[in-house]
């Protein structure tokens, strides 16, 4: 049963032991601990402050970064918008332009056509005109031919034309 009940001596030595490692503990290790301690919960206060400033910073970049997502579309549209506009000017200009050369085409075929209409027609009066005087010439050899006939032709143009 000595061990369950210490004796009146072993409880004072312990208790001066106690003491003595209180008192170093006290005088030497607890402003140790107590800065360690201290300094520990500063930085990690600070780790906490650093932390959600950092959350805030990242609030106002994702914002910022929305701002600029939505006018980077914006810009988008509208330069997509200009450039479907261009490309219908440009579709409305060479429509337009293929339209006046076709136009410009017509309208020289069709010059085209009708000098080259003229030119026959010219051909044609030239060629019965002298298919004419040919046929003229082969009448007026038959007719005068004979010298009665020609007297006689003479005299029937003279009489055609009247003297004043």
Not at 15 to 20: A, E, H, K, V
Not at 29 to 53: C, D, F, H, M, T
Not at 98 to 125: C, G, P, V, Y
């Amino acid at each position: 049963m000595d061990l369950i009940t210490p004796g009146f001596g072993l409880l004072f030595w312990m208790l001066i032991g106690f003491g003595i490692l209180y008192f170093i503990l006290r005088k030497f290790a607890w402003p140790v601990i107590v800065k360690a301690i201290n300094s520990r919960e500063q930085r990690i206060e600070e780790q906490l402050n650093a932390a959600a400033k950092a959350r805030e910073e990242m609030k106002a970049l994702k914002s910022e970064h929305e701002a600029l997502l939505q006018k980077a579309k914006e810009e988008r549209d509208v330069i997509l918008s200009e450039a479907r506009k261009l490309s219908e000017k440009m579709y409305d200009d060479a429509k337009e332009k293929a339209s006046r050369e076709a136009q410009n085409l017509i309208n020289e075929a069709k010059q085209t056509i009708h000098f080259e209409k003229m030119k026959a027609l010219t051909d044609i009066k030239n060629e019965i005109a002298q298919m004419s005087i040919e046929i003229a010439e082969k009448i007026l050899s038959e007719e005068l031919s004979d010298k009665n006939k020609q007297e006689a032709l003479v005299a029937k143009w003279m009489k055609d034309v009247s003297i004043n």
